[in-house]
C-alpha cells in the first residue's frame, strides 16, 4: 500500500512540474528586436527536478558578447563557430563616415578570447576580457590578472597585458604605458617600447618628443621614422624651441640639437638665442647668441661642423637680407658671414 502511495506521489509531482514549465514557456517575452528574452523559471525548475534522480552539476553554456558597438543595424543576424563556441554576428554598423569593424569575445573556461565576424579566432583564450577602445583604428583593450595591453582586431599584441594604465591620443600612435608609478613609452604602430617603464612623469612636446623626467632630472626621447633620440636625464629643464633644445642647470644654459642629440654646448652661458631661424630649418645652419655676464658671443653649427667664438662683444646683430653678423668691440665693428668667418669685402657690407 505504501509502495503505491509513492507512485501516486511520484506521478503528481511530475504533472505539477510539466504544468509549471508550459505555463512559463507559454508566457515568454520578446525584446525590443523581436528576439526572445531567455526565461530561466523553467530551466531552474527542470534542474530541480532532474536533480532528484541525478546529481551531475549542468555546465554553463559559452557566450559572446559584441564589443564593438552597442547599436545593431537590424534584426538579422547569424550565428557563426568559433573552435566550436558559438556567437552571433550583426551587420556592420556606419557613422557616415566609417564602417567599423565588427569584434566580438567569447568566454571559455572563464577566460577570454578575440573573434572577427568571420568566427576566426585572432587570440588565446588567456584573457580576462576585452573592452573597447579605438574603435576606428580597430584597437581593443586586453585584461589579464588585472593588468591592461592592447591588441588589434588581427590579434596582434600592440601593447602587452602588463600594465596598470595606457594614456592614449587617437591623433598618434604612441601610447605611455604606467606600473607601479613608473612610466614607460610605445609606439603601437610598430609593437614596439620607445622608453622603458623607468621615468617618474613623461610629458608630450609634440607628436615626436616628449619631456622624460627621473629623480627630479630632465631629458628627452625624440622618435620620428623609426629613428630613437635619447637624451638622458641629467638636467634641471628643456625647453624645446625653434627645432632645437635648450637646456638648463640652475640659472646657466645649453644647446642640444634635437634631431641627432648633439650637444652643441653644456649649460654655462646666461643666455642663449637662435638668431637666424629661418635658414636653421631651410640650410642646416645654426647661429646661435650667447650670453656670458655683459658680453656677447657666437656659435655657428652644423651636422659637419661647428664653430665657437666667445662671448667677448658688447653688441652682437644678424642681417637676415645678407646673411651676415655685425659684432661691435670696444668701438671696433667687423662683419662675420654664416660660417664665422671675418668679411672685408665692403661690396658685400651696405652698413658702411
Known amino acids: 500500500m505504501k509502495k503505491k502511495s509513492l507512485v501516486v506521489y511520484a506521478i503528481l509531482l511530475i504533472f505539477l512540474v510539466f504544468v509549471a514549465v508550459k505555463a512559463n514557456v507559454s508566457a515568454q517575452k520578446t525584446d525590443s528586436l523581436g528576439m526572445p528574452i531567455e526565461n530561466d523559471a523553467p530551466k531552474m525548475q527542470w534542474n530541480i527536478f532532474k536533480n532528484m534522480f541525478n546529481s551531475d552539476n549542468i555546465k554553463e553554456k559559452h557566450y559572446e558578447k559584441d564589443i564593438s558597438t552597442n547599436v545593431i543595424a537590424n534584426n538579422t543576424y547569424k550565428h557563426k563557430k568559433a573552435e566550436s563556441e558559438e556567437f552571433s554576428v550583426y551587420p556592420s554598423v ?207 653649427y652644423s651636422q659637419n661642423s661647428s664653430l665657437v667664438i666667445p662671448p667677448i662683444y658688447t653688441q652682437v646683430v644678424y642681417f637676415e637680407n645678407d646673411k651676415l653678423v655685425k659684432v661691435v668691440s670696444n668701438g671696433n665693428v667687423q662683419y662675420l658671414d654664416e660660417k664665422g668667418n671675418i668679411v672685408t669685402d665692403k661690396k658685400k657690407i651696405g652698413y658702411e
Do not use: Q
Not at 637624451?231 to 637646456?247: A, C, E, H, R, S
Not at 641627432?260 to 653644456?266: A, I, N, P, R
Open 94 to 300: 556606419e557613422d557616415n563616415t566609417v564602417v567599423y569593424k565588427k569584434m566580438y569575445k567569447i568566454y571559455s573556461n572563464k577566460k577570454c578570447a578575440l573573434v572577427n565576424e568571420e568566427g576566426v579566432k585572432v587570440s588565446k583564450s588567456v584573457y580576462d576580457d576585452f573592452v573597447d577602445f579605438d574603435r576606428k583604428n580597430g584597437i581593443y583593450k586586453s585584461k589579464l590578472n588585472g593588468k591592461t595591453g592592447l591588441m588589434n582586431y588581427n590579434g596582434k599584441i600592440l601593447i602587452p597585458a602588463k600594465f596598470e594604465t595606457i594614456e592614449y591620443n587617437p591623433n598618434s600612435h604612441f601610447c605611455i604605458v604606467k606600473n607601479h608609478s613608473y612610466k614607460g613609452l610605445y609606439d603601437i604602430k610598430k609593437a614596439r617600447a620607445i622608453a622603458g617603464t623607468i621615468y617618474n612623469d613623461i610629458i608630450p612636446f609634440d607628436s615626436n618628443n616628449w619631456k622624460i623626467i627621473a629623480s627630479k632630472k630632465v631629458g628627452v626621447v625624440h622618435y620620428r621614422k623609426g629613428k630613437l633620440v635619447l637624451i638622458k636625464p641629467k638636467y634641471t629643464n628643456i625647453v624645446m624651441t625653434d627645432g632645437y633644445l635648450k637646456t638648463f642647470n640652475g640659472n646657466k644654459f645649453g644647446i642640444i640639437n634635437l634631431e641627432s642629440g648633439d650637444v652643441v654646448s653644456e649649460p654655462k652661458y646666461d643666455g642663449v638665442d637662435l638668431i637666424n631661424v629661418g635658414d636653421a630649418f631651410t640650410k642646416g645652419t645654426y647661429i646661435f647668441k650667447i650670453k656670458l655676464e655683459d658680453r656677447y658671443g657666437l656659435i655657428f
